[in-house]
């Protein structure tokens, strides 16, 4: 049976129950029929048997079959085909009965494959199948389905058709109605159409049908379809329309049931009835969708073809309307230019022999008034034409003369520019048909054009026959016409931009003219051009039958003289022959193309007294201009060549003419054209028609303006020369271009070598002075790159001497030329140069001189600052001290070479104070020092130059700089001698117990001061303490201090109160200059009790610090500083100092620090009291002055007294027995003042016992006579105390051991510490003991 | 000037020997202590030194009253008590508070 599917499906049949019997018992035939059907990759099925059983293989199955198979297998053909047995059971019949085979092509069969009765198309052939025998037992059909191909070409052909509408589609009834017929025609596919346009209201309204009537109930329901399948079933009973009407068919026997909605925006939509027959595959959709798509395109170029259409007939009514109003306006305008004319006519009749001036003008006025009438016939012809109402009146004329006539007429004009003329018009046998005030308008025309466009050459004019057409060429050798402009020669109103012409005026309807007016004649026109060289022009007239009439070659109509008259104002005439009048010198020019506008100018300008300069053109305005000076032009805007606006750029550009006034007219009156104007740089702008006093009132203004203008210039040269600064201007490359009068006085340079290109012929030399160079290249740098600046720089006057000059510039934009200048001013400040680098060197020495502390120092500042002032390399000093064999060297920079050594010492002996220039070496000086001679030396290096302003300044520094070490040696001296003196004043003072003292002079510079101590035993054994400030410093100061302290110590040991001394001292410094305004502190003090009483003048307030770290400030008792008269009587206060508390009184040096309060430093010394309470008072005020001293050291001067209370314990008292008891006693009385308990106190006093009667049993037992010394003093914590003998302590002996032993032990078992220091001069017991 | 110092011997109801000492006792009147206490002592009877009223005792006091350290009893005030203490006189013989 074959392999495959369908082989295997036939081998599943049950063959037994088919007449066919079993395979196996197939006849060969069949076997062979059944092989050849399933190897074949062809569409086959075949029937064989009585009863036609079913074969087929798997191409048909798969093509045609559809859902019959595999049932189909080894039915009867007649089952399986019975929908279409009617078509297909005769040609069956018909092959078995004759045996002759079928050829069906395209054949519909509706078959029931899928579901459905489909749409089937199929090509074929049944051929009869013969058993063994050559019986006809069945047939073999050969197929192929071609429902595709049919389906396809149907659709392709309706969308086809809808695409290819053959006339120009019109209206949108029209396109719908076209489209309808298409559509009509494919009833198969499309059974029934409907066309729904949008409604405004927003409906829609049924605009085509087919298939249908569009009274069918069904239409009005459609019209609210939604896009999509539309189940028309639904619509009613089956098949049939909404009210029972049944739906039409199409070209089927049954309606449709379906419909599909395809929108086409934005128009509407279309409903298609769809074919029952066919599935709405993709291919269907699309169609339909396609042929919406084709109708709503038709639609769409309907209405915009409605809407040009529309427009159009818009434009045609407006451009009537205008022609309407141009013929109009034309004739409005001939009744007055006759009543111009007329009139004009006559007075030059009358005035013919009168005045010249007059005739001219009235010949002005005829000729304008002939211009304007053509211009106005111009127009009126043309809308004559427009309108269709030219009446011609056309004759046979003799076309070769009237044409050589016509030309001749032109003649002299094109003459009298230089052009050659030729007329070619050999008589043509036949005359031609034309108006002859036509012909002439038209030759006119081209003549006129001709001259207005040709400049050399010259103009032809030919007349000839060419068969039966005369044709006239008028030719000329002008600029041409641009290939691009040729197309719209022939428009009217269109000009030709940019194109050279004799004259700017025109109305652009000259050819139009003439191409209406050829038509008119039956003739053509047309043009050839070829830029550069000529245009011609060729008309073809018809030749025309009939006689010449008699009036031929009649003259020349007055329309003729209107052209010749325009066209001979276009060329160059006599320069106008009117009076120059008085003029007060203003030249004016005048440009104008149009003569007789130029000459009315020229008179009327004359006439107010201008001296006036006629030209035609902008390019002439502009030769003239460069050539000339002129207080003003007055210039048209629309001129050949050159037109006015390029004329104010041109002008504008050049700095010769950029500052002339332009005074621009022009005919034309908008805005825009005056802005345009005025832009361009035009200084004022009037427009046509002007009357003539405008006219000379804005001359009028100009010229004066201009001279103010000029007079501005004249004044700014006159000011720039007079300046007394230099003045330059400077171009971007920084050439000087521009000096003036001062410039040449300071620098020597004129204005007959500018430009003076960089680098300037002032700028120093760069070899023999580099540094100087250098300074003006980088000047001269920001001149150039800043917008703004000044600078002072050193420049060679042209005879080579040297000057410092400062200059200022600013950049500006040029307002002629637009370019970047520069210009600066210059001033001579070589002697303010000089006298500033004296000034600043002398203050700089001043400053070096004042601080430094000594001879050397200075002397090193000095060196410093002359080595920066000049740049040097180095600078040194050699100090020949008298006496001193080898001169003490100092140098800075550098240290001085071996060989300049010698050079020192030889310049040693130069008269002082002249500087000597050793060349190649340097400079020196020799100067005073108070050792001796010192020489300064200087050495520049780099081939620098010492000029002789270097060397002045050097001998001024050099004067100073003697006195200042002079004056430092003084100082120093005088310093030397306050400080011994202070000292000397200030100590050795015998302190009482208990103080310490300290004096400090102020570090930097050091210098003495005024500030004192002094403490004073009364004779009530109370201390007078005194801490005092003088006003000052140096000697003066510590003479007045001195005093002041004597005067102080004595008036307490005569009032012993603090407030009565310092009102005493008040008093005494009356007597004292300088004493005024000093400050004391003034204190009487109780060794015993510690009571205080104090008094201060001014004085920063005494601290104490109690022992447990406490402070109190004793700022009571307070007043004016001494000799201050002012206030009341001076107050005192008191105060007990505690056991073992500490006073401190100090001046304000100790606690002043610059920029912190007073508070500050008073705390910072109270703290370090507070810290050192713990130390003897002694070392406690080197601590002190230790810790407050600034880094750098006190800058005032500073006193402190420090008092810890009670003060030390010293007895001294002979080394016997009975004086322990009075020593124990005062022992006693100092532990108390100490305020230690009874147990410490009793501790102490056996301890001290011990020690001393050892002294006495052991160290003075030999040697009676010897002193013991007991010292004791007190800390906050501990109480030290020291033995001191002058004897020695002997061994001790067995015999006395254990009494001698008890005594140390008792001490050391009392004591802290014990040390027992044994020498040759005697022996010290140190004991230390806690108090708390 | 010879150091303060006054010395009185009496005798209690209880016939008990006692030497009051007032003022100071220091390396110059030393020797007069010492006497004192020899005379005051008597035959076996221990003698009570009464230091209440010293102010200060040096170790030539204290000398003295070692030399009679087993038979005298001591009467002393807390400023002596330290040296006492310290001297180890307090550990030789009785040494009463007042």
Redesign the interface.
């Known amino acids: 049976m074959g392999d495959g599917e369908v082989g295997r499906d036939l081998a599943a049949v049950d063959w037994s129950s088919t007449p066919l019997g079993p395979p196996g018992e197939w006849p060969q035939s069949l076997q062979t029929a059944v092989g050849i059907l399933l190897t074949s990759k062809f569409p086959m099925w075949m029937a064989w048997g009585p009863r036609l059983t079913f074969f087929c293989n798997a191409a048909y199955r798969t093509v045609t079959l559809g859902s019959k198979y595999p049932w189909a297998l080894g039915q009867p053909a007649s089952a399986v085909w019975a929908e279409i047995w009617d078509d297909i059971g005769p040609r069956i019949e018909g092959v078995l009965a004759t045996g002759e085979a079928t050829w069906d092509e395209g054949l519909l069969l509706f078959v029931e494959r899928s579901g459905y009765r489909e749409e089937s198309y199929h090509t074929f052939s049944y051929s009869p199948l013969r058993d063994d025998d050559g019986a006809l037992v069945g047939m073999l059909c050969v197929v192929s389905e071609e429902t595709d191909r049919i389906l396809g070409e149907r659709r392709m052909s309706t969308l086809r058709d809808l695409g290819s509408d053959p006339s120009i589609v019109r209206t949108e009834e029209e396109t719908l109605a076209f489209a309808a017929r298409q559509l009509e025609r494919n009833a198969k596919d499309l059974p029934f159409t409907l066309v729904y346009l949008d409604e405004p209201d927003g409906g829609a309204r049924l605009a085509a049908a087919t298939g249908i009537d569009a009274g069918h109930p069904i239409v009005a329901a459609l019209a609210t379809a939604e896009p999509g399948l539309v189940d028309l079933a639904g619509e009613g009973p089956a098949g049939e329309g909404p009210a029972g009407e049944r739906l039409p068919t199409g070209d089927w026997p049954e309606p449709p049931v379906r419909a599909l909605t395809v929108p086409m925006p934005p128009y509407g939509f279309l409903v298609a009835g769809l074919n029952r027959y066919r599935e709405l595959d993709e291919t269907y959709r699309g169609f339909v969708e396609l042929a919406a798509g084709h109708v709503a395109t038709g639609i769409a170029a309907a209405r915009s073809y409605q809407a040009q259409q529309r427009r159009a007939e818009e434009l045609a009514e407006l451009d009537r309307a205008k022609t309407t109003f141009f013929s109009n306006i034309s004739h409005e305008f001939r009744t007055p230019l006759t009543l111009i004319m007329g009139p004009v006519e006559e007075l030059r009749e009358r005035l013919s022999g009168g005045d010249d001036r007059v005739r001219e003008e009235l010949d002005v006025i005829h000729r304008n008034g002939l211009r304007l009438g053509k211009l106005v016939t111009t127009l009126l012809d043309f809308s004559r034409i427009e309108a269709g109402r030219m009446q011609a009146r056309y004759e046979p004329v003799d076309l070769a003369l009237t044409t050589g006539e016509l030309a001749s007429v032109f003649r002299s004009a094109i003459e009298r520019a230089g052009l050659a003329f030729t007329v070619d018009c050999p008589p043509l046998p036949e005359p031609v048909h034309v108006d002859r005030g036509m012909w002439e308008k038209v030759i006119l025309n081209l003549l006129s054009n001709a001259l207005k466009f040709t400049f050399d050459g010259g103009i032809h004019v030919r007349v000839t026959r060419e068969d039966d057409e005369a044709v006239v060429t008028v030719a000329d050798t002008g600029v041409g016409v641009d290939e691009r402009e040729m197309p719209r020669l022939f428009e009217r109103f269109h000009r030709i931009e940019n194109a050279r012409s004799r004259s700017n005026e025109g109305s652009g309807i000259g050819l139009a003219l003439v191409k209406e007016l050829v038509g008119l004649q039956g003739g053509t026109i047309t043009a050839a051009s070829t830029p550069g060289s000529g245009t011609s022009f060729t008309i073809r007239l018809p030749l025309g039958t009939g006689d010449l009439p008699a009036d031929s070659g009649s003259p020349l109509s007055p329309a003729g003289d209107s052209y010749l008259q325009e066209a001979l104002r276009w060329l160059p005439g006599e320069p106008a022959e009117v009076p120059s009048g008085s003029g007060d010198g203003s030249r004016v020019l005048v440009a104008d193309d149009n003569a007789d506008m130029r000459d009315y100018l020229t008179r009327l300008l004359r006439g107010a007294g201008h001296q006036v300069h006629a030209v035609h053109d902008g390019q002439e305005a502009l030769d003239t201009l460069r050539t000339g000076v002129f207080d003003l032009v007055v210039s048209d805007v629309m001129m050949p060549r050159l037109d006015g606006l390029q004329l104010v750029a041109a002008l504008r550009a050049d700095s010769r003419t950029a500052s002339t006034p332009v005074l621009l007219l022009s005919a034309r009156a908008g805005q825009e054209e005056s802005i345009e104007g005025l832009e361009a740089g035009a200084d004022d702008y009037l427009v046509k028609p002007f009357s003539a006093a405008e006219l000379l009132a804005r001359v009028r203004a100009n010229v004066e303006l201009a001279r103010l203008r000029t007079h501005h210039t004249r004044w700014r040269t006159a000011l720039i020369d007079s300046l007394q600064e230099a003045f330059f201007v400077c171009d971007e490359a920084g050439a000087v271009i521009e000096i003036n009068a001062a410039f040449t006085d300071i620098l020597g340079y004129g204005p007959e070598g500018l430009p003076y290109q960089p680098v300037h012929p002032w700028w120093p030399r760069e070899e023999t002075d580099a540094e100087a160079y250098r300074q003006v290249a980088a000047a001269f740098a920001t001149l150039l790159d800043q917008d703004r600046g000044a600078y002072t720089i050193p420049v060679r006057h042209q005879d080579g001497h040297r000057l410092w000059v400062a200059a200022a510039f600013n950049q500006v934009v040029d307002p002629d030329t637009g370019r970047r200048v520069i210009v600066g001013t210059v001033r001579d400040v070589t002697d303010e140069h000089y006298a500033i680098q004296r000034e600043s060197a002398l203050a700089g020495l001043g400053l070096r001189l004042s601080q430094a502390d000594d001879l050397p120092g200075a002397l090193h500042g000095v060196l410093e600052e002359l080595r920066s002032l000049w740049q040097a390399e180095y600078t040194a000093a050699a100090v020949f001290a008298a006496g001193a064999a080898v001169p003490e060297i100092t140098a800075v920079g550098a240290p001085v070479p071996v060989a300049r050594v010698r050079t020192l010492a030889e310049l040693r002996d130069q008269p002082l104070l002249t500087p000597v220039t050793r060349p190649a070496e340097g400079t020196g000086i020799v100067i005073e020092h108070p050792e001796g001679t010192m020489v300064l030396w200087l050495e520049l290096g780099e081939r620098r130059p010492f000029t002789e302003q270097d060397q002045t300044l050097l001998a001024l520094l050099a004067g100073h700089i003697g006195q200042g070490l002079t004056r430092l040696h003084q100082i120093d001296e005088q310093r030397e001698t306050a400080l011994a003196l202070q000292r000397a004043i200030l100590g050795p003072a015998q302190l009482p117990a208990g103080f310490a003292v300290r004096y400090a002079p102020a570090t930097r510079p050091l210098k003495v001061g005024g500030d004192w101590y002094d403490t004073v035993p009364l004779p009530d054994g109370r201390i007078g303490i005194v801490v005092g400030d003088c006003v000052g410093h140096g000697l003066g100061a510590a003479t007045v201090m001195g005093q002041l302290r004597s005067a102080c110590r004595a008036l307490l040991l005569q009032h012993s109160s603090p407030a009565q001394t310092l009102t005493a001292l008040d008093r005494f410094a009356e007597l004292l200059p300088g004493a005024a305004c000093a400050t004391v502190f003034c204190g009487v003090l109780d060794p015993e009790s510690g009571e205080l009483v104090y008094s201060s003048a001014g004085h920063p307030p005494a601290v104490a610090v109690a022992a447990d770290g406490s402070s109190h400030l004793l700022d009571q008792g307070r007043s004016r500083p001494i000799g201050v008269r002012s206030g009341g009587p001076r107050t005192e206060a008191g105060f007990t100092v505690s056991a073992r508390a500490t006073l401190m009184l100090y001046t304000d040096g100790l606690v002043e620090r610059r920029r912190k309060p007073l508070t500050e430093g008073i705390a910072r010394a109270t703290a370090a009291i507070q810290d050192g309470r713990r130390s003897p008072v002694e070392e406690l005020a080197t601590d002190v002055m230790d810790r407050l001293a600034p880094a750098d050291g006190y800058d005032d001067d500073v006193a402190l007294l420090l008092y810890r209370h009670p003060g030390p314990l010293d007895v001294e008292f002979p080394a016997e027995?009975?004086r322990?008891?009075?020593v124990?006693q005062v022992l006693r009385g100092w532990l108390d003042r100490v305020g230690v308990d009874?147990?410490v106190a009793?501790?102490v006093?056996?301890a001290a016992?011990?020690a001393c009667?050892n002294a006495?049993?052991h160290g003075h037992r030999d040697a009676p006579g010897g002193r013991i010394r007991l010292q004791a003093a007190a800390t906050v914590e501990e109480l030290r105390l020291i033995v001191t003998d002058s004897g020695h302590w002997r061994v001790p002996q067995p015999a006395d051991q254990?009494?001698?032993g008890?005594?140390l032990?008792?001490m050391r078992?009392?004591m802290n510490e014990i040390t027992v220091t044994t020498t040759i001069t005697g022996t010290i017991v140190e004991m230390q003991v806690g108090i708390l | 000037m010879t150091t303060q110092l006054s010395l009185t011997t009496t005798r209690r109801a209880d016939g008990t020997p006692v030497l009051t000492a007032t003022g100071e006792i220091d390396m110059s009147n030393a020797a007069d202590f010492a006497a004192a206490l020899a005379g005051a002592l008597d035959g076996d009877t221990p003698l009570l030194v009464d230091l209440t009223a010293v102010e200060y005792i040096d170790s030539a006091g204290l000398a003295s009253l070692f030399e009679h350290v087993e038979r005298i009893r001591l009467l002393a005030g807390p400023l002596l008590a330290p040296v006492l203490t310290i001297s180890g006189l307090a550990d030789l013989t009785t040494v009463d508070g007042s």
Do not use: D, F
């Open positions: 027995a009975t322990l008891a009075p124990r009874r147990t009793q501790n006093l056996v016992g011990e009667a006495i049993e254990a009494h001698r008890r005594g032990k008792l078992a009392l």
